[in-house]
């Protein structure tokens, strides 16, 4: 045991202690799991799944198994002394008031608002031209249910704006409820539609609107797969049964991922068709023509196309074909396919993101993981570059063609975000809103740096933390990442980040291969054969925080959530000596079987699948997080987070990760997993669940990494 001068709190304020008390280590009794002999074949190669029992979702033994290690964790939880400090600095950092960009439908202007503490947010709304101090409740998903454990989806409205219709999860689920009500009086005018899932809501004018589902699955539906997406139309006045088949539904042909959306002149429904989460063929129906045939735009899956906008049959299509880092085309609707297309706005070495509004269209560009934003017009002239507030990530950038003005919103990882907004003639912009939140970002900085991996290749992180931190290699540091499904991690702030900050803690975030700060390119080069990059990214990160005094492994956390909780997992299973602590959170965890689950098989791209071929089943075996933990090997303290309605990425992956460390782990360190209960992947929790569950994950990490108090001030932590 090292020695330590441990710090003192009274209240929240830290005072130095001279004395060295001895952390007592609290006791783990892992609940008893059972083991059954079930063993896969593959290429001749016998692997055992001795925990496949918690598979099975709906059977009581699992529900048992949740029960007793929840009452493990939550046990082992509340001897952390610091623990309800933790949640009420959340608590009190959380609740300031949340408002969103407006945005305008039929006669009203609506915004999104949370006052705080809100379990959901709440849509506003006020006649357009008045004052917006008279704007009244529109919809509120606090009401669905006393625990906010209903949230809103998608809100969508009509052309002529006096009718939406909005989705809503229960528990988390994907699986969601559509109901469609009158604007003016709020009521709901038609039965629910059920059993939709991953879908947008997208209007024909006023008469119905195209949604996305599968067939509901046999036996449990949060775990069983589903390879079947179709795309609906639901006529206002008629029930779901009578709801038109548009795309999908043919044996011959399978697509795990379908959707449909109108263009804003509601003359064209684009149909986008994928069989994974990468590459989508592209049709085009004339809705003007009341039998209009689809017209095929793209015949594969060898790039992601979909249409921006249009002016009159002239379309506007962005894509990656022979663009890995994207670019704008033309084609006229009459003949849309590839080799038709012209340059509108050509790739360059930054990735594109376009957006458009008022007449224009607004290209944001990654410059290392950084937003650079222009604005264009139809033809191709480049009108202006837009002075952005300073170095971060902007989003929004669009509205209705007809508008004169946009809304746009700024953060970085230590500003909380902005709204600004933009006269889209003049270019000029005008703070919108800025949130009163007791965080001073002058009392913090976030700096770039460019790291090595170990194949050479150069990555950027952005290391945040308070001004004037001593770099001796003792301050508490989470490193997180992603890298996967072209997925890009931009600069933002985050509540539960400042509030780690706040104690001194380091917060840093490198750009790993796999996702899409570089496009499509290192996209590819962590997928499949490639996926050991991602990892050899990460744990070279780690590496540089250590050679570089920012923190050593005593006091290194690793975290990250889905393709990230595989990150977390893989990095803690080959590299257990590299930090203290490890928080994989809703993590793809079996490499094996993560393509028999719900809708897993879509993610083979990034992946590939044990049955490909013997060479990439030996390669996911040789990284799949549940299959190389081993005896003898003293893995890090390890809390493992999922939600019981999670699927997405079903809780038997973290169910049978935990089962087997908690049989393997080597020494003391505690082996834990937290199981939160009506929640899912992570969209629309309850503010309320995820303060308790940062309070935990903050508290877990810090007490494991040694302190007995709150290190509130950067020179008052632990010292040797």
């Not at 939550?74 to 933790?86: E, F, K, M, S, T």
């Not at 997208?202 to 775990?223: A, C």
């Not at 928080?583 to 965890?589: D, F, N």
């Not at 990034?606 to 390669?619: H, L, Q, R, V």
Request: aromatic share 12%; with cysteine; net charge negative.
């Amino acid at each position: 045991m090292k020695k330590l001068i441990i710090p003192i709190v009274i209240g929240l304020t830290v005072v130095a202690c001279k004395e060295e008390p001895k952390k007592e280590s609290i006791a783990v009794a892992y609940p008893e799991t059972k083991k059954v002999d079930t063993i896969d074949t593959y290429f001749g190669t016998e692997i055992k799944d001795p925990y496949r029992w918690l598979e099975d979702d709906m059977s009581d033994e699992t529900a048992d198994w949740v029960q007793r290690e929840n009452k493990t964790t939550y046990g082992y939880l509340d001897n952390i002394p610091y623990r309800d400090a933790l949640k009420e600095r959340l608590s009190t950092l959380w609740n300031y008031e949340k408002v969103g960009a407006p945005f305008k439908e039929g006669d009203y202007t609506y915004f999104y608002k949370n006052d705080g503490l809100q379990n959901q947010y709440v849509v506003y709304r006020y006649k357009t031209g008045e004052d917006p101090s008279t704007a009244e409740v529109f919809l509120d998903p606090n009401t669905f249910t006393d625990d906010g454990t209903i949230s809103l989806g998608n809100l969508s409205f009509s052309e002529d704006g006096k009718t939406s219709a909005y989705s809503i999860s229960e528990g988390g689920s994907d699986w969601r409820k559509v109901l469609v009500m009158n604007v003016e009086d709020r009521e709901i005018v038609e039965d629910t539609l059920i059993d939709i899932k991953f879908s947008g809501l997208s209007w024909k004018g006023n008469e119905g609107f195209y949604y996305s589902s599968y067939d509901k699955p046999k036996g449990s539906e949060l775990s069983a797969k589903t390879d079947q997406h179709k795309l609906y139309y639901h006529k206002l006045g008629t029930s779901q049964k009578e709801d038109e088949l548009i795309f999908g539904g043919t044996e011959a042909e399978k697509h795990r991922y379908v959707g449909g959306s109108v263009s804003e002149d509601n003359r064209y429904l684009t149909i986008s068709a994928s069989t994974s989460t990468s590459g989508n063929k592209l049709f085009l129906k004339d809705l003007s023509k009341p039998d209009s045939k689809l017209v095929t735009i793209m015949d594969n899956t060898d790039s992601d196309t979909y249409l921006l906008d249009n002016d009159g049959s002239k379309l506007y299509l962005v894509t990656n074909l022979n663009a890995p880092n994207k670019k704008i085309v033309t084609v006229d609707a009459s003949n849309p396919t590839s080799e038709n297309w012209k340059d509108f706005i050509p790739e360059t070495k930054n990735v594109l993101s376009p957006s458009k509004g008022g007449g224009y269209f607004f290209t944001k560009y990654m410059v290392d993981a950084v937003s650079k934003v222009s604005q264009y017009d139809y033809e191709g002239n480049k009108i202006r570059e837009i002075e952005l507030p300073g170095v971060g990530s902007a989003g929004g950038f669009g509205a209705k063609k007809n508008e004169k003005e946009l809304y746009y919103s700024f953060t970085n990882y230590v500003t909380p975000g902005s709204i600004y907004k933009f006269d889209i003639e003049e270019g000029t912009s005008e703070l919108y809103r800025k949130p009163e939140i007791d965080f001073n970002p002058e009392n913090y900085e976030s700096k770039q740096v460019f790291y090595t991996s170990k194949d050479g290749t150069k990555i950027p992180m952005i290391i945040t933390h308070k001004r004037g931190i001593e770099l001796n290699g003792k301050n508490p540091t989470i490193l997180y990442g992603y890298g996967g499904f072209n997925i890009s991690l931009t600069p933002s702030f985050s509540i539960t980040n400042a509030v780690w900050m706040e104690q001194g803690g380091i917060y840093a975030v490198p750009n790993l291969r796999g996702g899409g700060e570089y496009g499509k390119e290192w996209h590819k080069a962590g997928t499949k054969m490639k996926k050991q990059n991602v990892f050899d990214d990460f744990i070279a990160a780690a590496e540089y925080l250590i050679e570089n005094k920012y923190t050593t492994k005593d006091y290194l956390a690793i975290r990250g959530g889905s393709n990230g909780g595989l990150l977390v997992g893989a990095t803690m299973t080959q590299r257990p000596d590299l930090m203290k602590v490890a928080l994989p959170a809703v993590g793809v965890l079996d490499m094996l079987r993560y393509h028999t689950f719900t809708a897993g098989a879509g993610w083979a791209y990034d992946y590939g699948t044990a049955e490909d071929s013997k060479e990439m089943f030996e390669y996911l075996k040789g990284y799949s997080p549940l299959h190389n933990v081993k005896d003898g090997v003293e893995y890090p303290a390890t809390m493992i987070t999922t939600g019981d309605h999670d699927d997405r990425v079903v809780p038997a992956h973290s169910f049978k990760f935990a089962a087997e460390l908690q049989e393997h782990q080597s020494g003391s360190n505690p082996v834990l997993i937290r199981i939160e209960t009506d929640a899912g992947h992570g969209a629309g929790t309850p503010v309320s669940k995820t303060i308790d569950q940062y309070a935990d994950i903050f508290g877990f990490t810090l007490y494991n990494m040694g302190y007995e108090v709150l290190p509130e001030k950067v020179n008052e932590k632990i010292k040797e």
